[in-house]
């Protein structure tokens, strides 16, 4: 049986562009690999899936990719973080999460964990 979901949401949408229009410098550094289908498949920025907005989703592969600042660190987030988490699993999505720092440290490391993920 196929589990049914609502993606893009249109009463999102002003949120979506809001958070699109004031990415971090490492969401738009990694968006530099994943737009244009650069590991093969196509990635969206700031994609909705039922009430949650995820930075980048691949739709081939149900593939969410978050980006943690150090908000995301203390304990109610990190609480907020992992129900979200297993909410969009329940849905057959795989979400990876990424440290803002990792980004701009270790670019590499990132993208080959994004293409591991992208050929399970």
């Known amino acids: 049986m196929k589990t049914l979901f609502h993606l893009q949401i249109s009463e999102m949408k ?8 004031s990415a971090t410098f490492e969401e738009k550094l990694l968006w530099k690999y994943l737009q244009n289908k650069k590991l093969g498949f196509k990635f969206i920025r700031q994609y909705s899936i039922e009430g949650y907005v995820v930075d980048f989703y691949c739709p081939a592969k149900r593939l969410a990719i978050e980006l943690d600042g150090n908000v995301h660190f203390n304990a109610s987030q990190q609480k907020y973080d992992k129900y979200r988490t297993r909410y969009l699993e329940a849905f057959n999505i795989t979400v990876v999460r990424f440290h803002n720092l990792g980004i701009t440290k270790n670019i590499g490391k990132i993208l080959e964990r994004i293409t591991f993920s992208l050929l399970d």
Do not use: T
């Not at 002003?14 to 229009?21: A, H, I």
């Open 14 to 21: 002003n949120r979506r562009k809001e958070l699109r229009n």
